[in-house]
């Protein structure tokens, strides 16, 4: 039996080199320490090109030591702003618009200068979480490969101009236009919310009756408008509430990282996993690609995408066979319809009917959810389960879909595309957007722009699409921006400017008013005279950050009998689809190509893979060695007539014979570290079938490309192999709701008898500690963007965190359990623990790491020499050292980018999380002015604060009424390591399951035979 294959039983296990014990492993098992560090120009180092390179716009955030500060000239205030204090920071309600729905956020300033965005706890949508991406939005404000000012193109490309000559150009284009009704203009747009714009739309539509409006999302909803549209009889979208759901089945849907309202709905299911009262939710998911929210489930079922539309109308037919003659599904033409399927052949039938069962046992309380690559039938069929389960009214209600929302996106730009091929169109305006990379294949935008004799683009970066039009005009970031937009639910939602446009610029709404008419439109002006609020109301809603009492009312519906059944039909007739599959998904740092080049997400390791600075075509052990393919070996993906080549990513969790590939990589603008990486998925789409193409081919091509992760990076070495074996349940601990309820005191395992050589510490004042519960945490990566942006940490590069040096103070350590092709999965955050008896302190030789007097372990960078004694003997690997002075080519504008409040250090220091000593400092001085004591929750990390799930836990341990107190004296509480007597002042809460009765031997991977 291979090593990939063989059962670990029940330790779990961090990735396949582990598990076959692979060199890779065992190099980064056995190097206590990455390889020397190079000067930088010296052989076997990287160059001064390369690292040039990188400052762009982020791995300049690390820096100098106090002892290092260049000579500044500093000019003091003649008169200070009112309300401004030099050096207090201030903090502004603003939003983010992401495929047109609305997340509200807080942005915090120091000195007129954004340096982090977090999430607005009055929001609906954020309720003051953030996710990974929105914290490294910080990082594209001041990215100096962004537009600069306006261009025309020419023979040899782009050639800069005056804004007023563009504008200049715009307004006679949109005269000729208006000339003869709009015919031949085109306006192609991101979808957006936007009262505003809808406002401004009517008024183009009034211009240009005869002009075509046109929107375009790579990551298009189609077919759930589509499918519910027929469903329903109305455009309607669904919202769901998750704190009402006990079961949710999730069909391709990654609920908790990927939907509009991931923020709000990850809030709400970690909030019915503590098991508090006893009781908690169960989460069933089916899935090809193993995703953030497959990776919580109790029960996962790793199903081709294209499979799926049969599962889930094998599932309506066994709901209907457990209740006859309650709801939809009882109905004769779509009994009729479902017979043909009940039966089908499909992976994981057998589980089927236990999880009918459990959803009809929470009827009511139970939902199901189709994710958008599933196609309209099967969205159609889901509303019909979930009438029939009676979850309308509970954890699932609908509101009508904004006007224009509706129809098929992509086919409407496959039409675009024709009639600009055809001459048709003779002018075009895209706001926004980069149709010219992310556009189906079988579109050919990018060819049928070239037909177009004008045309005008409007965006941030002079990109695929910018350098293929006649005029490029600078879009404004978010942060240097007014504008409006709807959250998922409708609520109005105010974007503010944070600082002046640092290179011009317009916004969507301004260039629409410039077509529309206006002479020198401004953001400001055209939002506010669309909400017509006074200027109290308009006051108190920029300081909210929204418009009260704007949600969209929820509606009534009535199920198409007929529309279902005709749905289920269409699912019968399809039959099984070829295989293997493609699978198009978001990337989890990149999402769609349109953060390409923010290092920060670069860098960032994806929840599931651990990839950094690539994208990889991931498939299964066994389908691997079907298809006769190696990990890192590059393939040929056929489809259609198109052939794309990509890295092969071996995955545990892939569903077989489905192979997945995410969008975003192989671009042909930006940094060199972005251009021509990766793969590009968007040649093998297609506008009927965006998401999954069956029958792709696979071929090898024989030639390998270097993958980087992080999984096995600073792994253990406890004495040895068969220590590292016998301990590794002591890393994450969990157990099944039903153990816990009978035995609470048990879960934590085995408790050691503990002493001390050293005396213990006494605490006068504050003890501060952390306590993260693993049973909300979803491993989403948002507290190591927030913990980055926080404390100015550098990004090292591809090279570098090949070498095991990246830099993050947080990582999420992702570990598997049980069969390699459906394995459970669980995360864990992992941070400097600040122990009590701290093994780095007691080796420093020149006390750089120290105790304080309130618990932390904290580093004087100025006296650290370099010496990395602390890392060794640091048994959770959480210190990071500074191999390179990544500041030394820093510019203007990306210091822009540095929180202030936290030192820049320099080459040869050791750094590591601090627990935001500058949050504490902060809220002392605040408590002192206000002549009081710190209260609980004065003092929030970043990590804390970003969190959706409020995993984590932040406080002081002498108070006793300090919830991160009660959960360290919590029954669920253990240690890392206990054994070690380290007495860390972060502690876990054990991670509990809760098995569906008939599934308990199925654990969250269908074919697991053991489980803890």
Known sequence: MSPMKRAPGHGYWRSLDQLADSPDYRR????????????EGDGGGASRRAFLKLMGASVALAGMTACRWPEERIVPYAYRPEGLAPGRPLTFATALEVGGAAIGLLATSYDGRPVKVDGNPDHPASLGACSARIQATILGLYDPLRSRGAARREERGLINVPAAEAERHLRGLAGRAAANGGRGLAILSEPTSSPTMARLRRRLAARFPEARFVTWDPLTRDAERLGLAAACGRAVRPVLDLARADVVLALDEDLLHEHPEALRLARAWARGRRAEDGTMNRLHVVESVLSVTGMQADHRFAVPSSRIPAWTARLAAEIARQAPGAGPLAAAPLAQALRPVADADVP??????????????????AVVV?????????HALVHAINATLGALGGPLAYVDEPAGAGGAQAAALAELAEAMRGGEVRSLVILG??????????????????????????SEYRDETSQLCRWHLPRTHYLEAWADARAWNGLVTLTQPLIRPLWGGRTDAEVAALLAGDTDPRAHDLVRATHGLSSDAWEQALHRGFVERTEWPTVSVRTSIDAVARAAGTIAQAGAAELPELVVHPDAGVLDGRWAGNHWLQELPDPVTKLTWDNAALVSPATAERLGVRHGEVVELSAGGRTIEAPLFVQPGQAADSVALSLGYGRRFGSEEVVGKGADVNPLRRSDAPYVLAGVGVRPTGRTYELVTTQDHFALDDMGREGIEQRRDELVREATLAEYVEHPEHVTGHRHELFSMYGSHEYSGHRWGMAIDLSACIGCNACVAACQAENNIPVVGKQRVAEGREMHWIRIDRYFKGDVEEPAAATQPVACMHCEDAPCEEVCPVAATVHDSEGLNVMVYNRCVGTRYCSNNCPYKVRRFNFFNYRKHDTELTSMAYNPDVTVRSRGVMEKCTFCLQRIERARIDAKVEGRPLRDGDVVTACQQTCPTEAIVFGDLNDENSRVRRLHEHARAYSLLEFLNAKPQLKYLVRLRNPAPGLEGAAAGHRTEEHA
């Open 370 to 378: 189709a994710g958008p690559r599933q196609p309209a039938e099967v």
């Open 433 to 458: 957007g980069n149709p010219a990379y992310d556009a189906p294949g079988d579109v050919d935008f990018a060819a049928a722009l070239e037909a177009v004799p004008e045309s005008v683009h409007l």
């Open 348 to 365: 994981h039938a057998d589980a089927i009917a236990a999880v009918a069962a459990d959803l009809l046992a929470h009827r009511g309380r």
């Open 28 to 39: 980064f098992l056995e190097a206590e320490f990455p390889a020397a560090a190079v000067e």
